[in-house]
Every structure is written in C-alpha cells, then in structure tokens.
C-alpha cells in the first residue's frame, strides 16, 4: 500500500511538474508576443558572394578578419572551443592585440560548455564578450527556448557575412557521425552591411548592456548589382514573409533545410500551390541531429506527397542548408531553417533575394545537392515500421517546440 502512495505522489509530481513547464512556456510566449519589436525590412543593393562548404567560408572569413582595420563584430549561435574555434581566437586575439576594437556575441545556451578560460583569455587580450539570449525568471523554460540563431559578422562596416555556418569542427566535416557538412553562407558588400552592422549593434546591447559607438560603424556604401531584402525576426513575421511568397509562386517551390516543421499556414499554402500545378521540391538531410525533429516531419510530408510533392534526403553528410526559392522571382537564404523554432521561437536573420542571376546560382547548388540525395516517396512513408509510426505520432506532440 505505502509502495502505491508513494507511485502516486510521484505521478502528481510529474504531471506538476509538466503543468508548470506548459504554463511557463504560455505564459512567457504571450507576453514575449506582446513586447516583441517588429522589424522593418530593409531593402538594398550588394556585392555578393556564396559558400556552400565550411573550409572556403572559413578560409573567407579569416582573410577578411586578417585584412581587419577599425572593428569585427561577430555573433554566432554555435562558438565551439575546438581546432577550428581556437584558429578564430587566436586571429581575433591577434587582431585585438593590433588595436582593431572586437565584440564577439555567442548564444548563452548553445554554448553552455563554452571553457572560462577562453572568455578570461579573450577579455584579458582586450576582445568584447558577452552571451546572448540568456535564461532568466519567472520564464526560466520560455527564456531556455527562445534563442539568439543570428550569424552575423561585420568587418569594417564594409564587409558582412550572415547563413547557416557556425564555428566548429563539424562544419569542416570532422564529426564522423555526421560526415561531410553542407551549409549555404554569403557575403556581402555594399548598402547590405548596414543592415547587418545595426541589427549586430541591436544585439549586443541587448546582450551587453553596452551600446557600440565609434566614427567609423557605418562608411559610405556604394550600391551594388544584387537587390536583396534583409529581414530580421524574433519569432514574428517570418512566417508572413514566407506566406507571401509561396502564395506568388506560379511555377515551382525548392525547399532546402535541416528541418521541416512548418506552421498550419505555410503547409495549408504549400498544399493550395500544389493543387494549382506548383511544382514543389523539398530537400532534407537523410541523417539526423535531432531525436524528434526528422520523425515529426513525416508528418507534414505525407500531405504533400500524397498531392504530388517531391522530397529527397540527402545522403552524403549532413544538410544543414536553408535555402527557399519561389520561382526565378526570390530566394530567402540565411539562418532560419523551415520549422517552428524559427518561425515562432529564434532570432533569426534572412536575406530575400531578388536577382536572377543569384536565384540561378543558389538553385544550382541545391540542384548538386539533389543528384547526392535520394527521394522519398509516399509508398516509403506508407511502409514504415508501426515503430517509426509511432515516433512520429509522439514527435509530433512536440512540433511548436522544434
């Protein structure tokens, strides 16, 4: 008898426990949704080059770091202290040992095994560090699941770079469960930079508590021959920004990510496009980084397929890649995956492209990626084990939160 009381006490416990998490989580999403700042797109025109491999985009950044003369603004979601992380601190040690003025901006949960040592060490050689998006009361649970997935670097207010990378040894393809890691990053020059310095600036005072100034943040900026949107979001607008571009789309939809979780408006669009002959392509990774999200997403597929949708995993590596493209008009690229984190929960940050010439190029790097990957079709979804059913009824329970 003592035994069953004692079971009970538990389970009210845990269902406590839950209820409290739930409750947190509504509550601090209301009142995140009240307070939210709204961003206003900012329309320019950039130079602009792409990275689709982790060693071109690091070789890239290095040079321009090395080239540094007034200031380098970095934040990143993932700041690993590895081989490759400890390169970047021992450059931007470097460079701070020069005189040239460093902040660098990581995400506090992201990198919460982020050594001591190497924060005294870049605060002793004069580097800027904070962490962003911290957790804090009464919203513990909301604050641990909002997150700063902004990756912005700026380097003399001329040069700025913004995607799907992160600094670590995976994105070189070093984590063997992984293999070969595909991302799609792009730098900039031109009216563009200033877009990415203020919403840096933004970023780190919120984090801070600091605000940056000097005379040399924002040089005069030529423009350049690609225009481009740069949309900042906190887990507003993303959504309607995608929303309407689907709704444009007269010919055909690639969708490349990670993830895919979408919300009901973007599935309920993407089901109407297929039903008026839109050709939609959806390219994900077949391996997986995360033990709900690939299960969920079957859940979301099956529609689509069943209306004629085509989706394939990509088989050689991990695809870590966010690249949307409607037609030849736009393509969003940057660091917002197609799911509901980045839809309701993440900062992110988004570039809608609207030159053809570079639609062409991000098009024929997905399209490289889809001759490495293999397609799924309904009958697979239909044949899976009950098992791998049933992960999919359970991850999908979870769906707001991937």
Request: aromatic share 12%; charged share 25%.
């Amino acid at each position: 008898m003592a035994f069953l009381v004692i079971l009970a006490i538990i389970a009210v416990l845990i269902i406590l426990i839950i209820l409290g998490i739930i409750l947190d989580l509504y509550l601090g999403f209301k009142v995140k949704h009240r307070q939210a700042k709204l961003y206003s797109p900012k329309d320019s025109s950039c130079y602009t080059e792409l990275f689709m491999e982790g060693r071109y985009f690091y070789d890239s950044l290095k040079k321009d770091i090395e080239n540094a003369k007034d200031h380098i603004h970095m934040s990143f979601f993932i700041f690993r202290y590895d081989t490759i992380g400890q390169e970047f601190i021992d450059l931007l040690i470097k460079k701070a040992q020069s005189g040239v003025k460093i902040c660098l901006l990581i995400d506090a949960v992201a990198n919460h095994a982020f050594p001591k040592k190497a924060v005294k060490r870049l605060e002793n050689n004069g580097i800027h560090f904070a962490f962003s998006a911290k957790t804090y009361f009464p919203f513990y649970f909301y604050s641990l699941s909002r997150r700063n997935h902004r990756k912005i670097t700026v380097i003399d207010g001329k040069t700025g770079y913004f995607g799907g990378f992160n600094i670590g040894d995976e994105y070189l393809g070093k984590k063997p469960q992984l293999g070969l890691w595909r991302d799609y990053h792009l730098k900039i020059e031109g009216e563009g930079v200033r877009d990415l310095q203020e919403q840096f600036i933004s970023d780190w005072k919120q984090a801070a508590k600091e605000k940056i100034e000097g005379p040399n943040l924002y040089p005069q900026l030529e423009k350049g021959p690609v225009a481009m949107t740069l949309l900042a979001t906190d887990g507003r607008q993303l959504e309607e920004a995608l929303l309407e571009q689907i709704q444009k789309a007269k010919q055909s939809i690639i969708i490349g990510s990670p993830y895919f979780i979408p919300s009901k408006k973007l599935q309920q669009a993407l089901l109407e496009r297929l039903s008026q002959g839109v050709n939609i392509t959806i390219l994900l990774p077949s391996k997986k980084d995360h033990p709900f999200v690939k299960p969920a997403s079957y859940h979301y597929l099956k529609p689509l397929l069943e209306k004629g949708g085509r989706v394939y995993h990509f088989y050689q590596g991990f695809y870590h890649a966010k690249a949307f493209i409607f037609d030849d008009a736009c393509c969003c690229i940057g660091a917002a995956n197609f799911d509901m984190r980045s839809l309701i929960w993440n900062d992110e940050i988004s570039g809608f492209i609207y030159d053809r010439d570079v639609i062409k190029e991000i098009e024929n790097m997905v399209k490289i990626d889809f001759t490495k990957s293999t397609e799924v079709t309904l009958s697979d979804v239909n044949n899976r084990s009950i098992f791998e059913k049933g992960k999919t009824v359970l991850s999908n329970a979870l769906a707001p939160l991937l």
